[in-house]
């Protein structure tokens, strides 16, 4: 483009040194305002040059900017994919789903240890027509002893576990699960399996004992139900 405009302005020169002079004209001005001419045109040439080249420049930058704006998409899909997959692991335990899983509602528990003094009776834990309730004695000296016994409101329930396998049982004085005592620390505890006539049950595993756990009697019950 820049020899266009150069041959251009050579040609304004000749055109003027031979036209001029028949208009009365001097030839050497003509010819320094033709050389005028062509300089001119052959700056504009030049800036023309540079502005094609800066658009040139701009359209190649163009294209990294494009691929940058791509990876960038990539990206936010790669993280958009990991945060859909912690999503679908937050429902899970272990790869395992909530059906997996006994709900929360159905799990009796007395949380910490129950304790009580020589003369208590406190219940450990109610689930249903169910309920486990220790009672604390003295014999003589420092004998102690603990009792845990199940009583149900249902009519013809049935217990299956430490001191009464396969017995029927209820409503009225509770069942005998556990009966220990002595002088020094005594601790033991047995599985049961309850059912009462409506459906309702409750399985699980029950303690107790006397003097531990700094207290004079103790016991603890978990169930599912």
């Not at 003589?140 to 249902?154: A, K, P």
């Not at 002595?182 to 409506?198: E, I, R």
Request: glycine share 12%; hydrophobic share 40%; charged share 15%.
């Amino acid at each position: 483009m820049r020899r266009r405009y150069v041959l251009l302005g050579l040609v304004i020169v000749a055109v003027f040194a031979v036209a001029m002079p028949a208009l009365g004209a001097s030839p050497g001005k003509l010819a320094k305002k033709a050389l005028k001419t062509a300089k001119k045109a052959n700056k504009n040439a030049r800036k023309a040059n540079k502005n094609a080249k800066l658009a040139l420049s701009a359209i190649q930058a163009g294209v990294p900017t494009a691929t940058n704006a791509t990876n960038a998409q990539n990206a936010v899909n790669a993280t958009n994919a990991v945060n859909a997959q912690n999503a679908v692991n937050a429902g899970t335990v272990d790869g395992k789903n909530a059906s997996d899983f006994v709900p929360a509602g159905k799990v009796v528990t007395s949380g910490s240890v129950v304790k009580a003094s020589t003369g208590q009776t406190k219940t450990v834990v109610s689930k249903g027509p169910f309920k486990f309730v220790m009672k604390c004695t003295s014999g003589s000296g420092s004998n102690r002893r603990v009792e845990l016994t199940i009583e149900t409101t249902e009519a013809g329930s049935t217990y299956d576990g430490g001191s009464g396998l396969g017995s029927t049982f209820g409503p009225g004085p509770g069942l005998s699960d556990i009966d220990v005592s002595g002088t020094g620390a005594v601790w033991a505890g047995f599985n049961y399996a309850l059912a009462a006539p409506s459906g309702a049950s409750l399985a699980g595993h029950s303690s107790a004992g006397a003097h531990v756990l700094g207290a004079d009697c103790a016991a603890a019950v978990t169930g599912i139900g």
